[in-house]
Each structure stands twice: as structure tokens, then as C-alpha cells.
């Protein structure tokens, strides 16, 4: 049956005036998710919501069951950052809410507009201390654009709709606490379309001041950054960088807010990155810095490059006017959206006068790009026995991706690498955990990224530590049917940690070394295909057969365990021992 055609042929005598309608508060739910064309939520089956769950099939909404609740954000995080839709999740009240933290932290900090739906113990036993009761709002305080409790059945539509248009439009998660009884009930609700909201540009007289800035700038760069893929802005930007003959530069993780072939491309900025990027940035004279934050992790050293300009002009453009100036000393902020700035700036640099492409800036740019690119294929990372050097693995895996494919990464050594390696043509393409930086992000988001967009291929980089924590989502894959590629980094080790170890602490290796299975016949356990590779020649040959197969598929990459340079060396000092080593830990002494 189909839920929202159902209310539509209701009697004329069931209808009340206002455009409101008689039903449940499990209907109303129902009725808002379909207005807000939600196809698919992620999570775990769970009594405290089981009948609202009763009406999914019928309502044509698919309820994609995972192994674990903090991997269903995760699927909900990757779908909503591929479709720039709002994305739900779902599960039991108490301990299966709890699990979602992590990976609502990491949709907040990637700006995915995501309604996290947390049932709650019941309104009647609230603060008894119950089965599976724990104060669900705290919990999410410092992780949400807005959260709301449903403190009456009658408002279930209201709050639900106004979750969806605030997730959306101030791009992040929201959420919705439900005692589990106001999921039953009756009374007479009305079932709202998304509300459009109109973004802006910014101020007019910012806009000139910077197009002005742009114009007489003797060096403008521009750093492209999420707001840029989330705008749809690629093709504003790509223009307004052409008139200017504007190098552009991604910021840190966000790899596809700029076609990557461009002869303006330069790559991204942060950890990994493009040294071409940093020593163009660095000339730099004005810096329009658009649809970003400037997060401190994007703009460290990196390389041995001090790359940030200390004497540019800093026009900072970004949707969300707190992150205006917050991080980097700017010379103009404007609030807007990054799409519009970028075409409203183009116009405005247009009328100031004709200019000819800089052919030596072009030129310039190329020789820059070029040696980049030479430096990477020259990178030593050799190969051993059985084992290939992670750099030529990615190198591998880079030629191997399709044009169109959609790439998420962990954390960890190997797969923050795999930034430099990593360039794409179109917007929505890469996901990577941000500045949360957590563990197990990369195959769950795949997955979920797969759902929403089955005509892309979806690869997940992922390294065997983290892979731990996500492997049983294969079996998720298999159940649900999602053909979404894991490539696992097998290197039998911690290595972000270890190298951490090997720098600071002698070597002294607690905690980092790991023993790891065939996570390929584990796969094939699990009923997905598995491929493992042990020769370099084999790694492309493995990605592309596992794309063809049409299945859930993991490629196990066995590597050597070179390591590359640690996340933030400022984080670390050396060690200093107070006391003699005799004397430390004795327990004897403190008894």
C-alpha cells in the first residue's frame, strides 16, 4: 500500500480544514519522510520504533540493515554527501542510539545535512533509570546543527519537517528525540513540502570590494572548498578562475571541488597534499578562499613548506558566517553561497575591463604541476617479497580508478597518503572523514554513497587497523546487495601510531603492531568476492575485476611497512624520564 496515495484519496469528511488529516502519529511520521523523498534509511530494526518501521515497505522507503549503528550514520553520511539530499538514520533507543556519536561527529564536520532519528525509553518511566534509558540529548549537544524532543504525538510532522529543512539548509545533522509512545496516537496533522530557501551571494559592496581586490591582483589564487561541491559551484568557479588565469587550489580533503585536469588545477592544500598547490598558494598575493573554513589541519606545514602566505589579501567566502575569519586573519568575509559568489564575482570582474589569459602564470602553473607529478612516480617505495611500497600501490590504484568513481578514505598512514594520489573531474566524488579523522569511516560511507548513487562505481581505501572495525558491513553488503569495492592497506600495523613510536618514543612499539587474518577469504566467508594482491602488477588487474564482478568485493593489498610522515609533528615533544629507571613502577614501594 502506499501510504501518502492512502491520504490522498481520504473522504472530504476526514479532512479537516488547513489541509490537515486524521491519522497516526507513526502515519505522520511516515507521511513527512515521503514528502521529504526519503527512499532509504540506514540503521538497526528496534521495538521502541517497530510501528513505524511496519509502514516502510509500503510507503517505498528501505530500511538497509546494518551490522552495527555507528556504520549506519556512516551509510547515511556517504548518501547524503553524494546527493546533497537530507539522508536518515535510525535505531533502538539507549544503547543503539549511543552508538551512532562517532559517526554524527564525523557528518558534522563534513557538513552533511543528515536526520538522526533517536527513539527514546518511554515518556511515562522518563528518569526511573529503565531498560535501555539513558538522556539522549546531551549526548549530541556539540554535534548537531539543532536537536528537538517530540514532547507531544501531535507534533510529530511539525518537528520532522522542521528537522529536514534545518538539516538541509544550515548543512548538518539534526535531531529528533521520540519518546517511544508518541509513536501511537491519533490526531489531525498536516503533511508539508520541503521548504525552499533561497541562498545569496553575499553583500553587494563586499562583492565589489572583492572583485576589485581580484582585479588588480598581481598573483590571485583560489582555494576551492567543500561549499564549492555542496553549491554545485564547480562550473562558476572554473569560469571566474579562466577570466582571471587563477591558479586553484582544493582545500584539504575536498579533492573534487575542482576538475582535476584543468591546466589551473593545482591539487589539494593540508596533510598529503600537492607540493604544487602549497608553492603556488604561497606566491599569492590575494587568496579567495571559497566555501571554506580554513581549517587548521588544511593550512599546517606540510612537506617542509610553510606554504600559508603571510602577506596575501584574504577574501573568505563561506555559506555559514561563524567561520568567517575564525580560523585565518581575512581582509573581506562575505556570507554566501559559494556558487553564486563565484558567478556574482565573475560579472562584477568582467565590468571592470577586458583581460587577456597570462599565458607565463599558466606556464608557471604547468612547470609547477610537472614536477609534482614527477616527484610522486620517483617517490622511493620499493617493493619486497610478497609486498608492494604503498606509494606504488596508490600509483596503481590511481590509473586503475574509473572517471566517474566515487572514492571514500580512512584515517591512517596509508590512506592519508592516498591524498596525493587522488584527482577527480567532477564534484561529489571523494569522501574522507575530515577533520574528525575517525577509524572505520570509509567502507560504511562507500556503502551508503553505493545506495544512493548505484550507477558510480564506490571504493573505499581502507587500512587493516581500521578494517577491524568495519569488516562485518560486508555482510551488509551481501544481505543488501550493495556492489560497493573495500581496499584494504594490509601493512599488519597501526601505522599513523607506529610512526609516532619510531620518531618520539625509540621505537617502542605498544599497542601498534597487529596480526592480521586473509581478509580476503574472509570476504568470501562473508559471501562477497576477495582478491588478494602480493605482486604491483596485480593491483590494478584486482580493482578492475572486482568492479566488473557486479558484487560486494574486497581487494586485500599486501604492503610493506614503510610509513610516511606523521599527522602533526608540533603534536609531539620528546620524552623526558624523571626518574631512574629502577625506580619506576615498583610496586612494592606504594604498597
Known sequence: MNIMTEAKNLTTSNKPTGGKVRMSSSEAFIETLVAHKVKDVFGIVGSAYMDALDLFPGAGIRLVSVAHEQNAAHMADGYGRVTNRPT?????????????????????????????????SGSLTAGHGGFQETEQMPIFSKITKWQVHVNSSQRMAELMHRAFTIALHERGPVQVNIPRDYFYGEADYEILSPLVIERAAGGSNSLDKAAKMLADAKFPVIVAGGGVVMSDGAEEVKALAEHLTAPVVNSYLHNDSFPASHPLSCGPLGYQGSKAAMRTVARADVVLALGTRLGPFGTLPQHGID?????????????????????????????????????????????????????????????????????????????????????????????????????????????????????????????????????????????????????????????????????AEVMTAVKEKIPAVAVVFNNGQWGAEKKNQIDYFDSRFVGTNLANPDFSEVARVMGAEGYRVEHEDEVADALKAALKSGKPSVVEIMLTQELGEPFRRDAFRKPRRLLPKYRRFNAKEYR
Open 307 to 471: 606554504y600559508w602566505p603571510k602577506d596575501a589579501k584574504i577574501i573568505q567566502i563561506d555559506a555559514d558566517h561563524r567561520t568567517l575569519g575564525l580560523v585565518k586573519k581575512v581582509s573581506l568575509a562575505i556570507q554566501g553561497d559559494a556558487k553564486l559568489a563565484a558567478a556574482e564575482l565573475l560579472k562584477r570582474v568582467k565590468a571592470r575591463g577586458a583581460r587577456k589569459p597570462d599565458r607565463a602564470r599558466l606556464t608557471e602553473v604547468q612547470r609547477e604541476k610537472e614536477a609534482w607529478i614527477a616527484e610522486l612516480a620517483n617517490w622511493p617505495s620499493p617493493n619486497k617479497k610478497g609486498q608492494i611500497g604503498p606509494r606504488r600501490a596508490l600509483t596503481q590504484l590511481a590509473k586503475a580508478l574509473p572517471r566517474n568513481a566515487m572514492v571514500s578514505t580512512d584515517i591512517g598512514n596509508v590512506c592519508s597518503v592516498a591524498n596525493s594520489y587522488l584527482r577527480f573531474e567532477q564534484p561529489l566524488s571523494f569522501l574522507a572523514a575530515m577533520s574528525w579523522g575517525n577509524c572505520g569511516y570509509a567502507w560504511p560511507t562507500a556503502l551508503g554513497a553505493k545506495v544512493a548513487r548505484p550507477d558510480r562505481p564506490a571504493i573505499a581505501y581502507v587500512g587493516d587497523g581500521a578494517w577491524g572495525m568495519s569488516l
Open 88 to 120: 536518515v538514520c535510525i535505531a533502538q533507543n539507549g544503547p543503539g542510539i549511543t552508538n551512532f556519536v562517532t559517526a554524527v561527529a564525523a557528518a558534522y564536520w563534513a557538513h552533511t545535512p543528515m536526520v538522526v532519528v533517536t527513539p527514546e
